[in-house]
């Protein structure tokens, strides 16, 4: 028996070898809610239909059974090929890697609706998200241990509505590299069914925000809208998907807060108050970066001016020292007068 890539706080995953050589994935729920979203998952590939299935350019789970232990089911899977990588391994395997992860957030994103359907799975309005969102960052500030500039900082974001305009798709809810499978450099599996809803696109594409290839999102994305477009399907102009998608990745350490105190689980709450506190040391770094930067362009741009309005002064004073209406009189010989001056012989 191995280890395999999973949640632990709400998961216990391995794999098992039979006697016969075959592989499978084992996945317990540690946690009554964690076991309704392995029953959704159940659901959900369920609704993967085989021509769904085959339309899909990566592999699904299949669950070959199921065992109550407990009160609550585990799950047998089939076990797939491939394995997960980090972001930057991802980043480091190239082109075809990022296009195969954009081809996989476009073919999820235009999944048929029956699939959701099938599953009674939760579909949402962009303000119906935005609204979530600001209930969620009242109960983290209730908390009393967020810091006040992150919560300024998100309300903010929340409350501009243009950033909240799109179309709501279909998305997978929990995607990061540990749910993707690679094998030789390219992407054969997508795994974590569990929380598939129609939703905000950004939820599947925060994940990309941790990368430290700033261009790695971009790439994504890039393909992503081709591949949409080769779908046929519509594109809303959503320009601000990435800005969602790195406040979603920010405010999900004030989410995993409020599950570590939900579950009186200590540990879970002293990891999230620790990265809470470097990002805020790290927000405040950069507000602090651009108000120099700021103050370095105002003055330079003052600089520029003053420079601008000596040259202006010193081109009028020019032009009206070439000009015989405005200009200075110009010298004029003294004649003396003849026979020495008026009334001399």
Do not use: C, K
Request: proline residues 7%; charged residues 30%.
């Amino acid at each position: 028996m191995e280890a395999s890539p999973d949640d632990p706080a709400d998961f216990s995953t391995a794999v098992v070898v039979d006697g016969e050589g075959q592989r499978w994935r084992v996945r317990s729920p540690r946690t009554p809610e964690a076991g309704i979203r392995l029953e959704t998952e159940l659901q959900v590939l369920a609704g993967l239909t085989p021509a769904v299935r085959a339309g899909l350019p990566f592999r699904t789970p299949s669950v070959a059974g199921a065992v109550r232990l407990e009160g609550l089911r585990t799950f047998v899977y089939q076990d797939m090929p491939g394995r997960p990588v980090t972001l930057d391994e991802l980043a480091r395997l190239g082109e075809p890697a990022v296009q195969d992860v954009g081809r996989v957030l476009a073919a999820i994103h235009t999944l048929p609706s029956d699939v959701v359907d099938h599953a009674d799975l939760p579909s949402y309005t962009a303000e119906q998200i935005r609204q979530r969102h600001l209930h969620a960052l009242d109960q983290a500030a209730t908390s009393g241990r967020v810091p006040p500039l992150l919560l300024r900082r998100w309300e903010e974001a929340m409350e501009e509505e243009a950033l909240w305009r799109f179309t709501p798709v279909p998305v997978h809810g929990d995607l990061h590299e540990d749910n993707l499978l690679l094998e030789r450099g390219r992407v054969v599996g997508v795994t974590g069914w569990t929380d598939l809803h129609v939703g905000d696109p950004a939820d599947d594409v925060a994940w990309l925000a941790a990368a430290t290839d700033p261009d790695l999102a971009d790439r994504v994305l890039d393909a992503y809208a081709a591949r949409r477009a080769d779908a046929g399907a519509a594109d809303d102009g959503d320009a601000h998907v990435m800005r969602r998608a790195a406040l979603l990745a920010e405010f999900a350490l004030a989410q995993w807060l409020t599950r570590g105190l939900d579950r009186h689980d200590e540990a879970m709450v002293a990891e999230a108050e620790a990265m809470l506190a470097e990002l805020e040391g790290d927000v405040r770094a950069a507000q602090e970066a651009a108000a120099r930067q700021a103050e370095a362009d105002a003055a330079a741009d003052a600089a520029e001016d003053a420079r601008d309005a000596a040259e202006d002064a010193r081109e009028a004073a020019a032009a009206r020292t070439a000009d015989p209406e405005t200009g200075p009189l110009p010298a004029v010989e003294v004649v003396r007068p003849i026979n020495g001056g008026p009334g001399r012989p």
